[in-house]
T-cell receptor, first 112, second 114 residues
Framework: AQSVTQLGSHVSVSEGALVLLRCNYSSSVPPYLFWYVQYPNQGLQLLLKYTSAATLVKGINGFEAEFKKSETSFHLTKPSAHMSDAAEYFCAVVNAGNMLTFGGGTRLMVKP | NAGVTQTPKFQVLKTGQSMTLQCAQDMNHNSMYWYRQDPGMGLRLIYYSASEGTTDKGEVPNGYNVSRLNKREFSLRLESAAPSQTSVYFC?????????????FGPGTRLTVL
């Protein structure tokens, strides 16, 4: 069965520092992978998705993620954090039923 | 362009009460979904509707029923609320329901069952 593990339920970075949010997946088939972001008191919105084309995927707001099959990882990065990046981030994989299985989420805090 | 709307935003119920959460989308999407979000567990799929007239169970359907009223609207009903159903509920829609489809989420309904 497909599953997603997000290491670190809370990550804190200083403004201007590198953001790295970790996601590891398990899948018996070539995966489709997503990162969604949830700003306070809002629904989720898509940051980026991997659909078996380029392994380095660029998303909105300067975020990108690299699909690494050998490591079963799809980590999310941003070179320089902004205060506005404070939010909860969810990694998700498409499961055998063509539905999304979400990780537990990582709350990103940005310190001034 | 409203996207996905949900009502109500907040609700408090007593154990055993019933209620219906409403969801509507104005993007002409075929597929709609209901999720619940609990701390540390991400989002879990309750029910989905691949197209108008069809509904299917997701990961955690027990205690819930759904109705796909038309292409725009997809409601979630709790017949006899339990404290374990205290959660934030999100409705989402996607154009075709395919594996690579982007899902568009509503703002959520925060439900507390006492």
């Amino acid at each position: 069965a497909q599953s997603v593990t997000q290491l670190g339920s809370h990550v804190s970075v200083s403004e201007g520092a590198l953001v790295l949010l970790r996601c590891n997946y398990s899948s018996s088939v070539p995966p489709y992978l997503f990162w969604y972001v949830q700003y306070p008191n809002q629904g989720l919105q898509l940051l980026l998705k991997y659909t078996s084309a380029a392994t380095l995927v660029k998303g909105i707001n300067g975020f990108e993620a690299e699909f690494k099959k050998s490591e079963t990882s799809f980590h999310l990065t941003k070179p320089s954090a902004h205060m506005s990046d404070a939010a909860e981030y969810f990694c998700a994989v498409v499961n055998a039923g063509n539905m999304l299985t979400f990780g537990g989420g990582t709350r990103l805090m940005v310190k001034p | 362009n409203a996207g996905v709307t949900q009502t109500p935003k907040f609700q408090v119920l007593k154990t055993g009460q019933s209620m219906t959460l409403q969801c509507a989308q104005d993007m002409n999407h075929n597929s709609m979904y209901w999720y619940r979000q609990d701390p540390g567990m991400g989002l879990r799929l309750i029910y989905y509707s691949a197209s108008e007239g069809t509904t299917d169970k997701g990961e955690v359907p027990n205690g819930y029923n759904v109705s796909r009223l038309n292409k725009r609207e997809f409601s979630l009903r709790l017949e006899s609320a339990a404290p374990s159903q205290t959660s934030v509920y999100f409705c989402a829609s996607s154009p075709r329901g395919g594996a690579t489809d982007t899902q568009y989420f509503g703002p959520g309904t925060r439900l507390t069952v006492l």
